[in-house]
């Protein structure tokens, strides 16, 4: 992790434009839309309908600067290894667009902004695990699990799964078990999609010295443990039909898109198994369609909701 105290001097952005550009992308927009996929269609799901439009509205506006608070932050504490990936080094921060201190206060600010307003907005269930979601994600993940086991994402993946549970709060005040099944399937979700993308990333990974499942197993075991998550994912999938009282149509479509998904592991498997290895494996293919997944998943969440 970078010093907390270490300064950089940040290259001043041509324009103000550029500069608002760059504090934006420091909050991960495209990690943002993945949270937010799955935190609407719960809403929908507490309130086996169409939820209230301002406390919608106001869940999502606030927890969208929630998840940019914690991205904001991991992205100060990973201005070290951002700036050896390849995947990463165009990062505001790593390219000194931005200064630390300004990536800083810019997160805690959001963080505040967003605890704040959950609170008065919504309520303070919401408010309550949104905080607990940026704590987790910075000091637990970013500070500690990151850099010293291969585990990181397992546990550090807790962080992503808050926003099911916080959506089910902001309509309903407290939590149930429904909300917990889908906290169970993004939680088995989140290694598999990870770990294809660090397979991908390995050399980078490698280099930065973070010890993702990748660097430090063979592919072989790599993938099986990607078979195994995946198999976790798609039974906890179907979990919700009973917990959840939903209609014929949601395990229809998990049962649809879990057997395409595995479909998808398998093909993985067999490259291991026929002995390709690097970018004839293909992992990218699994990345993406696990993204496909997920969003289609909890969409059949919502649709249910709206026929129940």
């Known amino acids: 992790m970078a010093p907390l105290g270490t300064a950089a001097t ?17 909050t991960k927009p495209r990690i943002i839309e993945l949270l937010l996929i799955t935190t609407l269609p719960v809403m929908f799901l507490a309130a086996r309908g169409l939820p209230p439009l301002w406390t919608a509205a106001a869940t999502m506006i606030f927890g969208t600067l929630s998840a940019g608070s914690a991205n904001v932050l991991n992205c100060y504490i990973d201005r070290d290894i951002d700036a050896t990936m390849r995947r990463t080094r165009r990062r505001p921060l790593a390219k000194a667009e931005v200064s630390p201190r300004g990536a800083l206060v810019f997160g805690v600010v959001l963080g505040v902004a ?26 637990v993940y970013s500070m500690i699990l990151k850099r010293r086991t291969s585990q990181n994402i397992v546990w550090g993946g807790i962080a992503g799964c808050m926003p099911v549970l916080i959506g089910w709060a902001g309509i309903t005040g407290s939590l149930s078990w ?3 099944v889908l906290f169970g399937v993004v939680f088995f979700w989140t290694p598999p999609h990870t770990w294809t993308l ?15 499942l990748p660097v430090v197993a063979t592919e072989r075991r790599v993938v099986l443990q990607v078979v195994a998550y995946t198999w976790a994912t798609v039974l906890c999938s179907l979990l919700l039909w009973p917990v959840a009282g939903t209609s014929l149509l949601y395990p229809a479509v998990a049962l649809a898109l879990g057997a395409a998904c595995l479909w998808e592991v398998y093909r993985l498997l067999g490259r291991v198994n026929a002995g390709k290895t690097g970018v004839d494996l293909r992992p990218m293919r699994f990345f993406h369609w696990s993204n496909i997944y997920l969003a289609l998943l909890f969409l ?8 129940v």
Not at 16 to 24: M, S
Not at 116 to 134: D, E, Q, R, T, Y
Not at 200 to 211: I, K, L, T
């Open 10 to 26: 940040a290259t001043a952005p041509r324009s103000l434009g550029a500069l608002v550009k760059a504090y934006v992308a420091l």
């Open 114 to 139: 967003s605890t704040l307003g959950l609170g008065l907005a919504v309520n303070w269930v919401a408010a309550g695990l949104s905080l607990a979601a940026i704590l987790f994600y910075v000091f």
């Open 178 to 180: 429904a909300p917990v």
């Open 198 to 212: 660090a397979m991908r990333y390995r050399e980078d990974y490698a280099a930065a010295h973070v010890p993702m």
């Open 300 to 307: 059949a969440v919502a649709i249910d909701s709206l026929l």
